[in-house]
């Protein structure tokens, strides 16, 4: 058992210091966000994902998992710590503000303490950031030098939508260290996950992170450019395309004659763009953090400029289907960037909608989770209709838009469709229905397929 802190009680602080606190450690959650802070008081999540809230009631009720304002305090307490505060863009990339205000914080604590405790930057930060600017705050503000406290770079891999099973099973554990024993403190947490560690220095692993994200990014893009190609002419499906490749063993191995169908494939395939809060703002960062060091990087850019131009197909789907928008009922399926989470950051329907209202549009939006949050952030003072099921949504609509591929909305079957629609426009974002099935009831548009004989 070791005594943790984790500053920083969002998605990715959160789900550490719960998902620690259940294998065993003891651990004391830090945030400065007071109305964050009152909802975890309570035992409750102020964040939607899978089986969160259960488990975090559990471990507070065994003791092993606590969370406070005081930051001094949660550092004298503890062996590691581990930041997970945000890292949005900055106008170099990445602002680091929040992260060297803790780092700030937490060395001032570290001058007061007697014993070795290693701190952990989990935040995803650019290569060299940890060596070059929170090393020196640190030492700064503690009035030590490394190595007389650790220093550890952690990067997370977690999906929101399933980061508590994430963080849980990890596939790897990545240890960036200062030296060895740094390395050695923060892998004592970790060892009870039984996943492979593998030690790099900070630089590395900072490195790992960013390769991590824009890997998938790339396979998303690179999916959507594929699907572009394939809608130019009739009857040529990029679903059935990519399904396909996605055949190949060496993308797709064989366990005793069966595919095994690996996650990654989730990634080849065709919508309406990624979102969320990393693959972008990460890629944005790293574009940013190579331009400063006079290199171009024309892939990673491409990556961004067709995600910015894939949303649009909903509204060029639209367009072709309705002369115009200007009074029309538009449903839309979906605020979240992506099913399970109620994460709106940089939600492809953040785009679509301001450009439906734009066009005159009077917008009926439904989301099983995510509404809550889009009515008090995104959309807060956005004019649209928040409905109470799918169903509703559709209702007298004249055309419906799926822009988050939530299993129940792929249980609308076209009758139900048809049933509700006011005009049985069904423009499909997620690829989530049959094309030849849909478009036998209803006028069905897809990303990725341009039918030849549309009823
Ligand atoms: P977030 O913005 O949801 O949460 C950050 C939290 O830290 C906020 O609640 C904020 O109030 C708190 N905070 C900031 N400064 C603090 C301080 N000094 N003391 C106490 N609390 C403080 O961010 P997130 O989505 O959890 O991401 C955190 C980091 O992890 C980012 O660097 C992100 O890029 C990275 N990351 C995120 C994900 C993800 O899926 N969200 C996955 C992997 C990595």
């Known amino acids: 058992m070791t005594r943790i802190a984790v500053v920083g009680?969002?998605?990715?602080?959160?789900?550490?210091?719960?998902?620690?606190?259940?294998?065993?450690?003891?651990?004391?959650?830090?945030?400065?966000?007071?109305?964050?802070?009152?909802?975890?008081?309570?035992?409750?999540?102020?964040?939607?994902?899978?089986?969160?809230?259960?488990?975090?009631?559990?471990?507070?009720?065994?003791g092993c998992f606590r969370v406070q304002r005081d930051l001094r305090d949660a550092i004298l307490q503890s062996e590691?710590?581990?930041?997970?505060?945000?890292?949005?863009?900055?106008?170099?990339?990445?602002?680091?503000?929040?992260?060297?205000?803790?780092?700030?914080?937490?060395?001032?604590?570290?001058?007061?303490?007697?014993?070795?405790?290693?701190?952990?930057?989990?935040?995803?930060?650019?290569?060299?950031?940890?060596?070059?600017?929170?090393?020196?705050?640190?030492?700064?503000?503690?009035?030590r030098r490394a190595g007389e406290f650790g220093l550890c770079v952690n990067p997370e891999f977690l999906r929101e939508g399933q980061a508590l099973a994430d963080f849980l099973q990890p596939d790897r554990i990545v240890i960036g260290e200062w030296d060895r024993r740094?390395?050695?403190?923060?892998?004592?947490?970790?060892?009870?996950?039984?996943a492979p560690i593998i030690r790099t220095n900070l630089a590395t692993a900072e490195m790992i992170k960013y390769a991590s994200n824009a890997l998938?990014?790339?396979?998303?893009?690179?999916?959507?450019?594929?699907?572009?190609l394939?809608?130019?002419?009739?009857?040529?499906?990029?679903?059935?395309?990519?399904?396909?490749?996605?055949?190949?063993?060496?993308?797709?191995?064989?366990?005793?004659?069966?595919?095994?169908?690996?996650?990654?494939?989730?990634?080849?395939?065709a919508g309406c763009g990624f979102g969320g809060s990393c693959l972008s703002k990460d890629l944005r960062a790293l574009i940013a953090w190579a331009r400063h060091r006079a290199y171009n990087p024309a892939l990673l850019s491409a990556i961004l400029?067709?995600?910015?131009?894939?949303?649009?197909?909903?509204?060029?789907?639209?367009?072709?289907?309705l002369p115009s928008l200007q009074g029309k009922r538009i449903a839309v399926l979906g605020l979240a960037f992506k099913p399970g989470t109620d994460d709106l950051r940089e939600s492809p329907a953040l785009v679509i909608i301001p450009k439906l209202l734009e066009q005159g549009a009077h917008v009926?939006?439904?989301?099983?989770?995510?509404?809550?949050?889009?009515?008090?952030?995104?959309?807060?003072?956005?004019?649209?209709?928040?409905?109470?099921?799918?169903?509703?949504?559709?209702?007298?609509?004249?055309?419906?838009v799926v822009v988050t591929g939530w299993p129940e909305f792929a249980n609308i079957s076209p009758q139900d469709f048809r049933r509700?629609?006011?005009?049985?426009?069904?423009?499909?974002?997620?690829r989530l229905y049959e094309p030849v099935l849909y478009a036998r009831e209803l006028r069905y548009f897809a990303i990725g397929v341009k039918l030849g004989h549309p009823t």
């Open 305 to 321: 400029d067709i995600n910015a131009r894939q949303p649009m197909q909903i509204l060029t789907f639209l367009e072709g289907a």
């Open 420 to 430: 509700e629609l006011r005009t049985p426009i069904l423009i499909d974002g997620r």
């Open 9 to 62: 009680t969002g998605y990715v602080g959160l789900v550490t210091g719960v998902g620690l606190a259940a294998q065993g450690h003891d651990v004391v959650c830090v945030e400065k966000d007071v109305t964050i802070l009152r909802v975890l008081e309570t035992g409750q999540a102020p964040i939607y994902e899978p089986n969160l809230e259960a488990l975090l009631q559990q471990v507070r009720e065994k």
């Open 364 to 400: 009926v939006v439904y989301d099983p989770v995510a509404m809550p949050k889009a009515q008090q952030t995104a959309l807060r003072g956005v004019l649209v209709e928040y409905a109470r099921s799918a169903q509703d949504a559709l209702r007298e609509a004249d055309a419906a």
């Open 216 to 228: 998938l990014a790339n396979l998303i893009s690179f999916s959507n450019e594929l699907a572009n």
């Open 230 to 269: 394939c809608a130019i002419v009739p009857d040529l499906d990029v679903a059935q395309v990519l399904g396909t490749v996605g055949q190949d063993q060496r993308l797709n191995p064989r366990l005793r004659g069966q595919p095994v169908n690996p996650e990654i494939l989730s990634y080849l395939a």
């Open 182 to 194: 740094s390395g050695d403190g923060l892998e004592g947490v970790y060892r009870p996950f039984g």
């Open 80 to 143: 590691v710590t581990i930041v997970c505060v945000g890292t949005p863009d900055g106008p170099d990339g990445v602002n680091l503000s929040a992260l060297r205000e803790a780092a700030g914080e937490i060395g001032k604590a570290l001058r007061e303490k007697a014993e070795y405790s290693v701190v952990a930057v989990k935040s995803t930060v650019p290569p060299t950031t940890t060596e070059s600017v929170i090393l020196p705050d640190l030492e700064e503000s503690s009035g």
